[in-house]
């Protein structure tokens, strides 16, 4: 069933879980629990496309790092951002989950061998093979760079951009034990007044009508801001706000920053590029990247970066004609479901144009000095409690605090693209494949991150919003436990990359997808479980 609260006031609703946000991590969950028996609300802030009055409620300050204005930072409508999601998928690597002696705060409560089975029933639900596809793919094709020094992984890639869509969601509004509410925010997660337990939450639309969950769990999957802004704005029952008695709820905020690491000149600079170019394999299509072997990144303190190879304008250049035509249409439309379909279709026109009218222009170019065989860095960053979402002094239009934020990052971000860099340059030069310049900024004393507006459309960074309800088995070092149940609060779960307490090299959806979908499992575990016992208790 779907209700519009902008037009329909049902008063209350139950259920036997309540999630907030229909975003990767809330319809994912929702199925998974829907499969194991269990009677689900789905909560939506906004409606099934795009409105301007929906996403000012996504407005909010920037303190620290220049990042993208928040009212666009992520999109407030069913499906969330993955409606501008590029579909790559990749797992985190095992490092990620281990505690690295050289990143503080790193380490999970959970090893990705818990993760493992989730990874592949969440790749299988995005389309792509079981098995995550490895570099032996492109034997042949890839330089056979030292495994001491550089490791290849792969990305996928999800063909179906709009997965996630109301349109495509169908098999939740019509299930007899879901019910879907859109334009419905959540104005406070309201806890018990023992504060050990969460009682119902206050859901109202911008129309003024207002509606009433309860629930035997709830989980909220509203995002890596969302998430912690709305526990530190349910302070009714605790004035700090839910699970943050020790002030950990919104730290640790974590992107994917991007930059130019610097370009491949001489040698065999051209077949370095054509090698990691994305292609289609067996029927799919990956695209590999560089990362620092675990062993490099023991032996020089690096975080698990990472960078590709691709044709770019040199730094301080100016985009292609062609290029601009797409950013114009990304950029200067809204994201509606026509404006999104407008400008995914303008960057295949591109890209066609640019294969069909001359595959031998980017290479003149080169040769020209007006394209650079570049290292487009897509980083890891190291968690840094100072990194931060919190409240800001005024409210939007329901009432809810705004979300501030202050993203900072670290001296270790920046030397650990200079150690990749600098690796990468060891082994061209060992095989003959060219000679690398590092980016200037990388040998820069200060130590302060630099983007680039050339490499890549999303010039800061990949719209990933990471680590401000960090895991961790210690209350004193996160905010919720392994199971992402918020420490205190027996019923009150979080969902999404806001858990993770390190972000690695790889793009967080399909992690996003694998928790959720072992999240739903133990508490559909634990429900039964409730259930059982209240059986043998009645038949005592």
């Not at 000012?56 to 069913?78: C, T, V, W």
């Not at 999104?340 to 040769?367: E, F």
Request: proline share 6%.
């Amino acid at each position: 069933m779907h209700i519009d609260l902008n037009e329909a006031t049902p008063g209350t609703l139950g259920a036997d879980v309540a999630v907030i946000g229909a975003g990767a991590a809330g319809i994912t969950m929702v199925r998974r629990l829907l499969a194991q028996g269990l009677s689900v609300v789905l909560l939506e802030s906004g409606g099934v496309d795009y409105e301007p009055e929906t996403a000012d409620l996504n407005d909010g300050p920037i303190m620290g790092e220049d990042y993208y204005e928040l009212r666009d930072a992520r999109l407030r409508f069913f499906g969330g951002t993955t409606a501008i999601w590029g579909g790559r998928c990749a797992e985190l690597a095992p490092i990620d989950f281990q505690k690295r002696a050289w990143v503080p705060h790193s380490g999970w409560p959970i090893t990705h061998a818990d993760v493992a089975p989730y990874y592949a029933e969440a790749r299988a639900a995005f389309g792509l093979d079981r098995i995550a596809p490895t570099a032996a793919l492109l034997d042949g094709i890839l330089p056979d760079f030292s495994p001491r020094e550089l490791a290849v992984p792969m990305w996928s890639f999800d063909a179906m951009f709009d997965r996630f869509s109301f349109s495509r969601s169908t098999d939740l509004v019509d299930h007899d034990r879901c019910t879907v509410v859109t334009h419905a925010t959540v104005r406070e997660i309201v806890a018990a007044p023992s504060a050990e337990g969460v009682d119902r939450l206050a859901v109202t639309s911008l129309s003024g009508n207002a509606l009433e969950v309860r629930a035997r769990r709830y989980v909220l999957a509203a995002g890596g801001i969302e998430n912690p802004r709305l526990l530190l704005a349910s302070r009714s029952v605790r004035p700090r706000g839910l699970g943050n008695d020790r002030d950990q709820v919104g730290r640790y905020f974590m992107e994917h920053p991007h930059a130019r690491g610097g370009r491949v000149v001489d040698g065999g600079a051209w077949a370095l590029l054509a090698a990691f170019q994305k292609r289609e394999v067996t029927g799919r299509t990956i695209a590999p990247l560089l990362t620092p072997s675990a062993g490099l990144q023991a032996r020089e303190g690096l975080l698990n970066t990472s960078l590709t190879i691709a044709g770019r304008r040199p730094a301080h250049g100016r985009e292609a004609l062609l290029m601009r035509a797409y950013q114009r249409a990304k950029h200067k439309s809204a994201p509606t479901r026509t404006g999104r379909t407008m400008w995914k279709a303008t960057k295949q026109i591109v890209g066609r144009a640019q294969r069909l009218v001359d595959p031998l222009r980017p290479w003149v170019l080169n040769r020209l000095g007006q394209l650079d065989v570049a290292l487009i860095v897509r980083a890891e960053q190291a968690p840094n409690p100072d990194s931060r979402v919190t409240l800001a002094g005024d409210s939007d239009a329901l009432g809810v605090p705004r979300a501030a934020l202050d993203w900072r990052m670290s001296e270790l971000d920046v030397t650990s693209v200079a150690g990749l860099v600098a690796a990468l340059g060891r082994e061209t030069e060992r095989l003959g494949l060219g000679r690398v310049e590092p980016a200037a900024w990388l040998s820069d004393p200060a130590r302060q991150w630099r983007s680039d507006p050339l490499i890549s459309v999303h010039a800061l960074g990949g719209y990933h919003h990471v680590g401000t309800t960090r895991m961790s088995d210690d209350p004193r070092t996160g905010v919720t436990d392994r199971e992402g149940r918020v420490h205190g609060i027996d019923n009150l779960y979080v969902a999404g990359s806001s858990l993770f307490p390190t972000s690695g090299w790889a793009n967080p959806t399909l992690t996003i997808a694998a928790l959720a979908l072992r999240q739903a499992d133990r508490i559909a575990a634990t429900l039964a479980g409730e259930d059982a016992a209240r059986r043998t208790q009645r038949a005592a």
